[in-house]
């Protein structure tokens, strides 16, 4: 009798782990995203929201930015709808390195924008003074990670963020919160890598220039065109007859981020 109760027991446990086991595939299966950010709303066009000319800024199309990526173009246009990749100098001489790459697919690691930083170190780079900090404009600030590339002679110190949706963030913590925020809602989000570098060994010179360059080109963009860019929601306007000082009315504005004093191979 007690090794037939036995027996019934075992038997009622294995169906009861089976159940949970196909409950869980069915719970998992219902909350998996499946509607596409990027179908619902107009389409991204990079070549179109990064005008050649951008304020004191204009494009040097006689030389190509130095984009740093030891992936095939087959592996790349598989992850990436569209990228763009060029270099800018300003009326004084000063140039930067522009490089964006958007995804439609932006809900999980195997289809995520890829980090600067393994695409550097693939390539023989070291990679010092990682810190992540705030770059100002006047409609937000964006969380950036900056970071200095080194290989032999050459310095480049980097300044890069990302979006997911809406939303600007940083690799880590904050891009799974905001995949797990879309995904929550049914939604595979879209999104880019947006970074900017110098050649140079001046880095606080460097990081100036880049936060110009990019508050520039956010400039020059359209309310919307800031949202997928950058992550920067339309300021709202003040009501009729209302002071313009009003806190609901006022830029979002602060200070602008300190040079990185991480010390070399911080952890990102």
């Excluded at 719970?27 to 050649?52: E, F, G, Q």
Aim: hydrophobic letters at 45%; a positive charge.
């Amino acid at each position: 009798m007690r090794a037939g109760a036995g027996a019934g027991a075992r038997m009622l446990v294995s169906l009861l782990m089976a159940a949970l086991m196909a409950g869980a595939a069915v719970v998992t299966w219902a909350i998996t995203p499946t509607a596409k950010l990027a179908a619902t709303r107009p389409a991204v066009d990079l070549p179109a929201m990064v005008p050649s000319v951008i304020g004191e800024w204009r494009e040097d199309k006689g030389m190509v930015a130095a984009v740093v990526n030891p992936e095939t173009e087959a592996a790349l246009s598989k992850l990436y709808a569209q990228t763009i990749s060029r270099s800018y100098v300003h009326r004084d001489g000063r140039r930067v390195m522009l490089s964006i790459a958007y995804g439609r697919d932006q809900g999980g690691e195997a289809t995520q924008v890829h980090r600067p930083e393994f695409c550097y170190a693939a390539q023989g780079f070291s990679l010092d003074e990682q810190a992540d900090g705030a770059l100002a404009t006047p409609h937000g600030a964006i969380p950036v990670r900056r970071m200095v590339a080194v290989q032999g002679a050459r310095v480049e110190p980097i300044t890069y963020w990302i979006t997911v949706g809406d939303r600007a963030t940083l690799p880590g913590l904050g891009r799974k919160l905001a995949q797990l925020s879309y995904g929550l809602n049914g939604a595979v989000p879209d999104g880019l890598l947006f970074r900017v570098s110098s050649i140079g060994r001046d880095k606080a010179q460097a990081y100036r220039d880049q936060d110009a360059f990019a508050n520039a080109l956010l400039a020059a963009a359209s309310p919307a065109q800031r949202v997928r860019l950058a992550g920067l929601a339309p300021v709202p306007s003040a009501a009729p007859g209302a002071s313009s000082l009003t806190p609901s009315a006022a830029p979002s504005i602060v200070p602008a981020a300190a040079p990185p004093t991480a010390p070399p191979n911080a952890s990102p």
